[in-house]
């Protein structure tokens, strides 16, 4: 069983950033993929970003490439997801998922995830 726990969530002013956590507890994370979504009121959840838990290269959602930073610092067992640059159209519940596997295509689709976390709140205000 893999369970991921956010936190970091917040209140922040149009410009600023935060920078979330995502906890994976869990056997065996070597093939594990950890995903960041994000549904605001009314919308769908939409993908943000993904990483593989032994690191490397980030994947994003193409609006939010040069704001948001996705990382698995070596030894950590978090990832982090910077953001940057907030808007007031980045507020919304963000959520970690993680699902095993290294097929790219996969990361980009909510359904590909079987582990969710109870998400946490971005409140950016304008």
């Known amino acids: 069983q893999v369970q991921p726990v956010e936190s970091g969530g917040g209140l922040v002013q149009a410009g600023g950033s935060l920078r979330l956590s995502c906890t994976i507890s869990?056997?065996?994370?070597?093939?594990?993929?950890v995903g960041w979504f994000r549904q605001a009121p009314g919308k769908e959840r939409e993908f943000v970003a993904a990483i593989r838990w032994r690191g490397g290269t980030g994947y994003y959602a193409d609006s939010l490439k040069g704001r948001f930073a996705i990382s698995r610092p070596s030894g950590s067992d978090a990832v982090y997801l910077q953001m940057n640059s907030l808007k007031p159209d980045d507020t919304a519940v963000y959520y970690c998922?993680?699902?095993?596997?290294?097929?790219?295509?996969?990361?980009?689709?909510?359904?590909?995830?079987?582990?969710w976390g109870q998400g946490t709140q971005v409140t950016v205000s304008s």
């Open positions: 998922a993680s699902r095993q596997g290294y097929n790219s295509a996969n990361y980009y689709n909510a359904k590909n995830y079987p582990y």
């Open positions: 869990g056997r065996d994370l070597s093939s594990a993929v």
